[in-house]
């Protein structure tokens, strides 16, 4: 046994910038973080002047931390961990430069985040500082989507690191099957989803395993027990990681009367106990993932996050999560059409938008990696500290200010002109480019197509039955108008263009809606009341409370009694209550004047009544089809009522200083549950699409791993770039969102049930769940995972967020046949979420994109944020501004006390209740 070790690596992932603290060098910001950081690099010095083995293995954000942060309010801190990296005494491994989503991120912003993190321009990269680094890489909130081993593995890292937990701070546990002892505490080969690469994944825990092994004492004997029958037959690796302003690496302040009780002391006293122990001695990942082979595979199909329900609930669940996004999304679509349409200017105009792109400095390429950190969206929930809220929406503004800049530039210099004739018969001409959705994309497949709808307003009112759509080669059209104003002759004088757009392959498609010479016979294909909308591909009937009973195409009924529903759950007394509309009032049942364009639009409330007051929820919910579609297209606007605020940050570590109110659990604004059953003893498939253009699936076959978990209450593990899809192998819906209404990196949570040993699944675009979380395997004490839910602010409802608020989206429904969604409809979806741009001509006469008009997106938070006194300014404007006044000789505030510990340990349970 003497051949035989344990290895303990302790991490400690550095992070200053959080999304419950503000910029400010006291407990409200990264005060508490240089307190804990100074005392561990303390207590690692002061064991090795002692002669005692102690190390550590470091993991950074590096543009927050190691740019700005720490250099500017702990130089001491810096030459710290240089010292000691240097010195081989401690380890540096791959972080995130950007404190990124790099789940959320495009193939070309990954790329760049992780050169950054080995070395950039400012000097604070791994190599930069430390010289040598651990080719392994411990992601920012563990995230990892599909297509990200392969890059990896491009840049020269040999290894990630994923959470296999036993409470719920966790990243794969409750995805694979059971490790075995060995596999637990040894590299594994983690196999692509995409191509044949691999790379090493190694098992990582936290202090929240450590309390359920009894103690690290405790569990490295184990451990070892294991070693000796054989179970494990070589060497053992323990990786600890947390949060380096963890409080329980430095101990929790109890008397020294009480220093024999297990984990109280933290990092002392791990290092007391390697120390002691023979078989047990502190080492590095690097080095051990070179010396000990991978001892099995495992391949993991869902997206990845340590977040609540160990998925992306805690990033993309929050309405300003979705706000945010939003504004995002509109410069990338910005950003594809200017890249696209560039092509054909000048060299010194493609210069200057090579510059407004992607150039350094304040280019909205480095604007985006900036808005990536995934402090700007959570983890904290409810809320978001107000100064991470304006630094996230200052480098939105930024984005969208660049990107419309250079998408006018490419406008004017594309030769791209509307289709207008001579003959005085167009009332409006535009053309449609053709632009791709990716870098990597030549351009929109030939014969791609997708439904369009365009705002206009003719040049002169025009009578709507004598309209008709023409390209330019004076071919029909299939058009109609929706949303129509007129004048007192009953003549259009604005309205909403809705027409199918086929690619033709060129790089742009030229139109112009036409006033004929007689009226125009409209299609019969069509048909809208107020219980039936119907165009001959898909039918959709109310039932007579204006409920959605059937949704039927030829891949048959997908409508589970109630297709799409209106709700929010709340706790009005001592108890939740889910509250939903008994009924939905059709309205406005119509078919277009061209006869292509069906709509119904159904309104409905429902009344929360709390502390004698009525709070109403209401809704509209727009219904359309058009000819020659299979699709149902839905558009949803909700508000939520303003309910009191009167809860506080309970986490201890938590410093928003704003209220929210704790009685919100669930926001419905479109819940839809489609007629899909897995077969008897299957599972529901889900295929999703993220940002790297990589499409792959994961199945609900979650109570194979873990009977407990066989029907989540929430589960977000599909980043979604626009569309996801659910099937049951033989037939699926697809669900895409046009990113230009609304946009979440994951914005489709989804709950499941089973029932006879059939799941299906409800999904809440641009909602939120809540429920019971995973079981994660845990076997051991107990305590440890109710004290993690119960202290985890990220474990409450994001709910909260919606107090007040509003959700509008707008989504395509496509039923098909078969278990993947086929190309042609993938393709359809891609081109629904971000619709091909639109040139017209402005007052001037010249091409102009309307989309490049952002004054309108960005008023609302240009108002809420103060965006105009920050224009300019660089995160180190922000941190000087927040420490204008800060005097760094103030007596440090004390850490949390034990009643704030019984407070969220009471608030955890009272929520859960």
């Known amino acids: 046994m003497s051949d035989k070790k344990i290895y303990l690596v302790c991490g400690f992932h550095v992070n ?144 990630i690191a994923l959470y296999y937990s036993a409470v719920p701070f966790d990243s794969v546990r409750n995805f694979i099957p059971r490790l075995t002892p060995n596999e637990m505490h040894n590299p594994l080969r983690f196999h692509s989803t995409e191509s044949d690469a691999a790379m090493l994944m190694m098992p990582m825990y936290n202090q929240g395993d450590v309390m359920t092994a009894g103690s690290l004492r405790k569990w490295t004997a184990a451990i070892r027990k294991k070693q000796k029958s054989g179970e494990i037959p070589g060497n053992a690796l323990l990786y600890i990681n947390m949060d380096a302003d963890a409080e329980l690496w430095t101990g929790i302040g109890l008397p020294k009367i009480f220093d024999r009780l297990p984990n109280t002391r933290g990092l002392a006293e791990f290092i007391d106990t390697v120390n002691d122990t023979e078989y047990l001695e502190f080492g590095k990942l690097g080095d051990y993932i070179e010396n000990n082979p991978p001892v099995g595979d495992i391949t993991v199909r869902q997206d990845l996050a340590d977040g609540s329900y160990c998925g992306f609930n805690s990033w993309t669940e929050k309405l300003v999560n979705q706000g945010l996004w939003r504004l995002s999304e509109k410069a990338r679509k910005l950003e594809r059409t200017a890249d696209f349409l560039s092509a054909a200017a000048t060299p010194d105009a493609r210069a200057e938008i090579e510059r407004l792109l992607r150039g350094p400095g304040g280019s909205c390429f480095e604007n985006k990696l900036l808005l990536l950190s995934t402090t700007h969206f959570g983890m904290n929930s409810p809320v978001v500290h107000p100064d991470r809220a304006r630094v996230a929406f200052h480098l939105a503004r930024n984005m969208l200010e660049t990107s419309s800049r250079a998408a006018e530039l490419a406008a004017a210099q594309s030769g791209v002109e509307p289709l207008c004739g001579e003959d005085g018969a167009e009332l409006f001409c535009f053309s449609v480019v053709n632009q791709t959705k990716y870098r990597d994309q030549a351009a929109v497949e030939r014969g791609a197509r997708v439904l369009m709808r365009v705002p206009f307003m003719p040049v002169r009112p025009a009578d709507p039955a004598r309209l008709a759509l023409k390209d330019s080669s004076g071919a029909d059209v299939p058009f109609d108008i929706d949303d129509a104003k007129t004048d007192a002759d009953g003549n259009v004088v604005s309205a909403v263009l809705w027409f199918a757009h086929t690619a033709d392959g060129s790089p742009s498609q030229a139109y112009a809606l036409v006033e004929t010479s007689e009226p125009v016979a409209p299609a019969e294909s069509v048909k809208a009341s107020s219980e039936l909308l119907d165009n001959g591909l898909v039918s959709i009937r109310l039932d007579p409370r204006g409920r959605i009973a059937s949704f039927a195409s030829s891949a048959g009924e997908f409508s589970d009694g109630q297709l799409i529903s209106l709700g929010a759950t709340y706790r009005a007394e001592s108890n939740r209550k889910h509250y939903t509309p008994r009924a939905y009032k059709a309205e406005s049942a119509r078919v277009g004047p061209a006869g292509r364009l069906g709509s119904i639009s159904l309104s409905s409330k429902t009344v929360i009544f709390c502390k004698g007051k009525n709070y109403t929820v209401e809704g509209r919910h727009i219904l359309r089809v058009f000819d020659g579609f299979p699709r149902l297209f839905v558009d949803a606007d909700v508000s939520f009522p303003q309910t009191p605020s009167e809860s506080e940050d309970i986490s201890s570590s938590s410093h928003t200083g704003k209220k929210f109110d704790t009685r919100w659990y669930e926001v419905m604004p479109a819940e839809i549950r489609p007629a899909l059953f897995s077969p008897p003893g299957g599972f529901l498939r889900v295929w999703k699409h993220n940002y790297k253009n990589v499409t792959n699936s994961y199945d609900f076959d979650y109570g194979a791993i873990d009977k407990a978990n066989r029907a989540p209450d929430a589960c977000n593990n599909q980043v979604t770039d626009g569309w996801l899809a659910v099937s049951d192998t033989k037939r699926g819906l697809l669900i895409s969102a046009d990113a230009g209404v609304n946009s979440s990196p994951a914005y489709c949570p989804m709950r499941v049930r089973e029932s006879g040993g059939r799941q299906r699944a409800s999904l809440n675009p641009f909602g939120t769940y809540f429920g019971k979380q995973f079981s994660h395997l845990n076997e051991g004490f107990n305590l440890a995972y109710e004290m993690t839910m119960a202290i985890g602010a990220q474990h409450r409802p994001t709910a909260p967020s919606f107090n007040g608020g509003r959700v509008r989206m707008s989504l395509m429904l496509a039923p098909y046949e078969g278990d993947a969604p086929s190309q042609a409809l993938r393709t359809e979806a891609d081109l629904f979420s971000m619709p091909p741009a639109v040139i017209v001509r402005d007052s001037q006469g010249k091409p102009s ?65």
């Not at 791994?126 to 081993?149: I, K, N």
């Not at 760094?888 to 955890?908: H, L």
């Open 16 to 159: 200053c910038n959080h999304s419950w603290r503000g910029d400010r060098n006291d407990k409200t910001g990264f005060g508490t973080d240089l307190k804990i950081i100074r005392e561990i690099i303390r207590i690692l010095d002061e064991a090795n002047e002692r002669g005692l083995d102690a190390r550590g293995t470091w993991d950074f954000d590096h543009y927050w931390s190691l740019e700005h942060i720490i250099p500017r309010f702990a130089p001491d801190i810096i030459e710290g961990l240089v010292r000691r990296i240097k010195q081989g005494k401690d380890e540096a491994i791959l972080g995130c430069w950007n404190n990124g989503d790099l789940a959320a991120s495009t193939v070309e912003e990954f790329r760049e985040s992780l050169k950054r993190t080995i070395s950039n321009s400012a000097g604070s990269g791994l190599a930069d500082l430390f010289g040598a680094y651990s080719p392994v890489v411990r992601t920012q909130e563990t995230m990892f989507t599909h297509g990200g081993v392969e890059l990896y593995l491009e840049q020269g890292v040999k290894a």
């Open 849 to 913: 994109i309307p989309d490049s008009d952002i004054a309108a997106d960005l008023a609302p938070c240009r108002a809420e944020h103060d965006l105009d006194a920050c224009a300019g300014w660089k995160y180190s404007d922000f941190l000087e501004h927040a420490n204008k006044d800060f005097d760094p000789g103030a007596k440090a505030e004390k850490g949390a006390s034990i009643a704030t510990f019984v407070r969220m340990i009471a608030e955890g349970i009272r929520i859960r209740s």
